[in-house]
């Protein structure tokens, strides 16, 4: 009986000891990676592990350009969207190491006109995202952080040059300067 009862009172505080150490929490992250991508993240889990869903935006940039002979017109356009899961491990009381691999799926477009060329692309690109990086805690509820963002995707879809239509498919993988996210974190 008194085994038991030792037992018992052992798997308890084990349980109770557990649940104090890990904190549910939920974050909203702005995230800006070059100068002009930028989107959310929202962050749900507990202060070890976070599942996490993200937007990127790439600001749609459209311009024309007035040369004496012509005019050049540019038009381009990305969206992206990822889910993964993050996990987190103190080096001290602020900061973090983060790591993870998340789903991603993007989508871009864009539109050339000159005096003699017309060049539009349109890009499907499923993929998977490799995390790592550091969260710095600046207090209970804000934090900043930067990840690197390896990826390896599968691109289709077409391009078309002065009426001429061929398809676009193929793996890429690597490191990009896009890869690279500066992130704002609220708490909640």
Request: aromatic content about 14%; charged content about 15%.
């Amino acid at each position: 009986m008194k085994k038991s009862i030792i037992v018992i009172a052992i798997f308890t505080s084990s349980i109770i000891c557990n649940a104090q150490e890990v904190i549910k929490q939920k974050e909203i992250a702005l995230t800006f990676s070059g100068l002009y991508s930028y989107g959310l993240t929202y962050s749900f889990g507990n202060s070890n592990a976070l599942w996490r869903f993200s937007t990127l935006y790439s600001v749609q940039a459209k311009s024309t350009t007035n040369y004496p002979t012509y005019d050049l017109l540019v038009n381009s356009m990305s969206a992206g969207a990822s889910l993964g899961k993050e996990f987190r491990h103190s080096l001290s009381h602020k900061l973090f190491i983060r790591y993870g691999i998340e789903l991603s799926f993007s989508y871009d477009h864009n539109y050339y006109k000159s005096l003699a060329n017309e060049h539009e692309d349109f890009k499907y690109s499923p993929g998977i995202n490799l995390l790592g990086g550091i969260l710095y805690s600046i207090s209970d509820n804000f934090g900043a952080g930067v990840l690197l963002l390896p990826y390896f995707e599968y691109q289709t879809g077409k391009d078309i040059s002065n009426g001429v239509e061929s398809d676009v498919s193929g793996f890429a993988y690597g490191l990009s300067s896009s890869s690279a996210q500066i992130n704002l974190i609220v708490k909640f």
